[in-house]
């Protein structure tokens, strides 16, 4: 706090007051032109409007040599305040509850800033303002020029300000007044060493981690063509010296715009840098009540989260920062179109289907011949003339724009015309479109929300969030894989086609979850380029025309999907989905949830860059799972099921929501019109999740067992076997057997247990499970009750019976059996069966019977097996017991 004059000095003060003060938060430079201010208007008292800056409350906390007689502005009653000095600012929100004054007419206001005008600017009656780097400068000349002495002390703070404010004349703002100022200082004895001392002390440990998570958060975004970067951090308590941190990680990155946002304690806090004119931080942070320099700027948001601050900050960012865009900035492409032979009803299915407003029509070539819009279908259709071709009815007189037209020159053409679509036109080439819509999302750019839900297509995000993520990809994924990646990157450019590392690989490369599954989704002609991959490669490729799909099969096995940029349409709830090409965009758009919408640029420009076009990065940190859009679950019901698999495998929840459209799309009962192979397809992988009960209980939760079979229940008594299941299981791995088994076979006949056996079949044939497993399913049911009933009936020496029991049945019947019985003497037999008895063998075969002087006959499975219940009761144990037990047992079958 700063040092206060005493209630005797108040007493002399005037009824009449004259007070210099600054703006909130001050700084050195504020503090600084105060105590020039006090040179200039002896008779006035120095009131900070509020708190300082934790350096400068430091600085009047430990140094004692600094002695300024300022007043706490609740002594000061503001009634008798007659003159108002304002320095370094002039912006009314800016200097506290001193901006109540403005309103009286009789109140006078000096001001003496260095900032750019904006639009909350006090109007003075004496205005001296010059846009130096620090305000301290201009007023160090007025001092100078009035031949006003100072100290060395004095000159000392004064200089503080303009080192503070230039940061040590390395800011782009400096000006050759600044210089001049500093240097007439310390000619009158400024210190440099107390300076040095003020400015560079050493980062405490809060410090450097708190740099380190700006460093670590930074993420890179092209807005309107300018690269910006934004970091954030979040510590539970105040951390001082922010805007340093700012600055170190601006010069260590050597960064042109850094905008960092950090939550300490109930505030955020902002703090941005420029070095180019394209962007004003000034006028950004303006708009959360702050101000600064063009090059240097800061606020304090109160009553909003770091994610609240973050969005407004890009929406701001959006609209603030103008560059030149032009029409292949912002066109779509590819143009979905049709032939102009295309009859009216066939072009309202297709407009109806990919949810958009207008059909190109092409021909051949894809030279554009015209457009025929929604609203021209219909009422084509209304007047009856559904049959009759397109051509008759399309606009065949438009306005169009090339790839380099400007967004002011679209906007001029769109506006003043009232034009609902441009095409963009590459000579006569269609090689895109502009919408209306297109237009208007970029000119006022709408703020997303947590779980902000797109309807279609036209609503994708304009901003897209891009960081480099190249060397998290080398540390997570084998060297042979990066090699592979680079690969294609390089052959794409060659094709001139983008490439993108798409899917759950790059979802868990960030999650640091172990994945290999490469699929690769390329903006261009798919199959061609596996093709061409293969052959650069040595691999084989296999292609699916109908969905623009590859599969590339490297020389060791190793295989890599590859998809050509599309889009899907549903024609029914449930149903398989048609496929068209598209843009990476639109592809990311068909996809399920928002964290499986990463992409990773793989071209040698761009390898590396991850492209999150639905805030995919912001989901995974908040562990949260969100559909794209509203539709999502009607048009694909197993996505619920895949809902549930994933937030149980990584620990998420679903979003609010998404959790209101799951039970939106079970109400409407969407399910029943699902295959039953694509539900199996869906169960099964659940059941495949290394702890799948959690997920069976989501089911349940959400009403979903009823339409995998009417009877199925979650009772108690499944819960038990299932629980039973886990722990068996678990056992059973750890003991390292070897024995090749599918867990999913005991988790599903667990679950179906509570199942009639005319129920069971049913399921059977509701899922479409193939012959052989249909009759493995329903044979593993069968063997399970008898193989309880069997060993219940044991007794006594029992090895070999327990043997024969067991033997002939699959590991999920005997691993099933032991979690239903609830007999300790059963489980202990099957134990003991996969511990010490399964693959037992005996040393002798039919050869050595022969070598013993047997004849061979029928007789010989007598004494194999006889010598095998000896060997499992532990009668015999080596070979030589072997033909000893045969002799005593058998000598009299011996070929005399």
Not at 284 to 300: C, M
Not at 523 to 529: A, M, N, Q, R, Y
Request: aromatic letters at 8%; hydrophobic letters at 40%.
């Amino acid at each position: 706090m700063a040092p206060e004059a005493s209630e005797k000095e108040m007493k002399k003060h005037t009824p009449h007051l004259e007070v210099i003060t600054t703006h909130v938060n001050a700084d050195f430079d504020a503090l600084a032109s105060m105590l020039a201010a006090k040179k200039l208007y002896p008779e006035a008292i120095m009131v900070f409007p509020g708190a300082q800056e934790k350096n400068l409350r430091n600085f009047f906390l430990h140094t004692s040599s600094y002695l300024f007689d300022f007043v706490r502005i609740k002594d000061v009653d503001l009634n008798k305040i007659n003159r108002l000095i304002l320095v370094d600012t002039r912006q009314k929100r800016r200097i506290g509850k001193f901006k109540k004054l403005l309103d009286r007419n009789d109140m006078e206001v000096h001001i003496y800033d260095h900032h750019p005008p904006s639009d909350d600017d006090i109007k003075g009656d004496l205005e001296i303002i010059q846009e130096h780097g620090a305000g301290i400068s201009r007023m160090t000349e007025i001092i100078r020029e009035k031949g006003i002495k100072i100290t060395p002390d004095e000159a000392t703070l004064m200089s503080l300000g303009i080192y503070e404010d230039t940061g040590s004349f390395t800011f782009s703002s400096t000006k050759t007044e600044d210089y001049e100022a500093a240097a007439w200082l310390l000619e009158q004895g400024a210190s440099l060493n107390t300076i040095s001392d003020m400015l560079t002390r050493e980062l405490t440990a809060e410090q450097v981690w708190l740099l380190n998570d700006l460093m670590a958060s930074a993420t890179k975004n092209n807005i309107n063509g300018i690269e910006v970067v934004i970091a954030k951090a979040k510590s539970d308590r105040y951390i001082g010296d922010f805007a340093v941190l700012v600055q170190k990680f601006m010069e260590m990155e050597n960064l042109n715009v850094l905008f960092a946002l950090a939550q300490m304690e109930n505030r955020v806090y902002l703090v941005a840098r420029s070095r180019i004119p394209e962007v004003n931080v000034a006028e950004i942070a303006f708009e959360f009540g702050g101000g600064g320099h063009p090059q240097a700027a800061s606020a304090t948001i109160i009553e909003k989260t770091l994610i609240q601050a973050e969005e407004d900050l890009h929406s701001i960012l959006l609209r603030r920062i103008d560059f030149e865009r032009t029409a292949k900035d912002m066109m779509t492409s590819p143009v979905i179109n049709i032939s102009s032979e295309v009859t009216i009803r066939e072009a309202n299915d297709t407009l109806t289907r990919y949810n958009i407003n207008f059909l190109m029509v092409v021909d051949e070539g894809k030279i554009l011949k015209g457009y025929i819009s929604r609203q021209m279908v219909d009422r084509a259709i209304f007047l009856g003339l559904e049959m009759r071709p397109v051509r008759e009815y399309m606009n065949v007189e438009f306005y169009h724009v090339g790839p380099e037209t400007t967004l002011n020159q679209i906007q001029d053409l769109i506006i003043s015309n009232k034009v609902g679509v441009l095409p963009v036109l590459k000579g006569s080439e269609l090689i895109g479109v502009i919408t209306r819509t297109d237009l208007l999302n970029i000119l006022i750019e709408r703020s997303s929300t947590p779980e902000f839900l797109y309807d279609s297509e036209e609503e994708l995000p304009r901003f897209v969030r891009k960081k480099n993520i190249g060397n998290l990809l080398k540390e997570r994924l084998p060297d042979k894989i990066i090699r592979l990646l680079k690969d294609l990157g390089e052959l794409a450019d060659r094709l001139d086609y983008n490439a993108y590392l798409v899917g759950g690989l790059v979802r868990d490369v960030i999650l640091k979850r172990e994945n290999l599954d490469v699929d690769i989704v390329i903006e261009g002609d798919g199959i061609k380029f596996a093709r061409t991959s293969a052959s650069h490669l040595g691999a084989k490729v296999r292609s699916y025309p109908k969905f623009g799909t590859a599969v590339l099969v490297m020389p060791d096995g190793f295989k890599i999907d590859v998809a050509t940029a599309r889009m899907e349409h549903y024609e029914s709830p449930a149903a398989l989905p048609e496929v068209k090409l598209s843009s990476l965009r639109r592809d990311l758009f068909r996809r399920d949830f928002t964290v499986n919408t990463l992409a990773v640029h793989l071209n040698k420009g761009h390898y590396g860059t991850l492209i999150d076009h639905f805030s995919a990065m912001k989901d995974i940190k908040e562990r949260t799972l969100r559909v794209i859009h509203n539709l999502s679950f009607v048009e694909d019901p197993t996505r619920i099921l895949r809902a549930i698999r994933f937030e149980q495998r990584f620990g998420f929840r679903i979003g609010r929501l998404t959790e209101t459209l799951i039970q939106n799309a079970v109400n409407i009962r969407c399910f029943e019109n699902l295959s039953g192979q694509r539900l199996f397809i869906e169960l099964q992988m659940i059941l495949k999740e290394e702890d799948p009960i959690g997920a069976i209980e989501r089911m349940d939760g959400y009403g979903l067992l009823k339409f995998i079979s009417p009877e199925l229940r979650l009772t108690e008594e499944v819960r038990t076997i299932l629980k039973e299941i886990k722990g068996i299981l678990v056992w059973f791995d750890l003991l390292y057997l070897g024995i090749a088994y599918e867990p999913w076979k005991v988790y599903f006949l667990g679950l179906s247990s509570c199942l009639s056996d005319d129920a069971f079949k049913n399921l059977i044939k509701r899922l479409q499970l193939q012959d052989k497993e249909m009759e493995g399913m329903i044979s593993a049911r069968q063997e399970e009750g008898r193989v309880l009933r069997e060993l219940y009936r044991l007794k006594g020496k029992n090895r070999y019976s327990i043997y024969r029991v067991l033997s002939p049945l699959p590991a999920e019947v005997l691993l099933y059996a032991m979690a239903k019985s609830r007999g300790e003497k059963t489980k202990r037999y099957i134990s003991t069966f996969f511990t010490r008895l399964k693959g037992t063998e005996v040393f002798l075969k039919g050869k050595d019977l022969i070598a013993m002087g047997y004849k061979p006959g029928p007789f010989f499975k007598e004494i194999l097996e006889g010598l095998l219940e000896a060997k499992l009761e532990g009668d015999v144990s080596t070979k030589e017991d072997e033909i000893e037990f045969v002799k005593d047992r058998f000598g009299s079958l011996l070929d005399t």
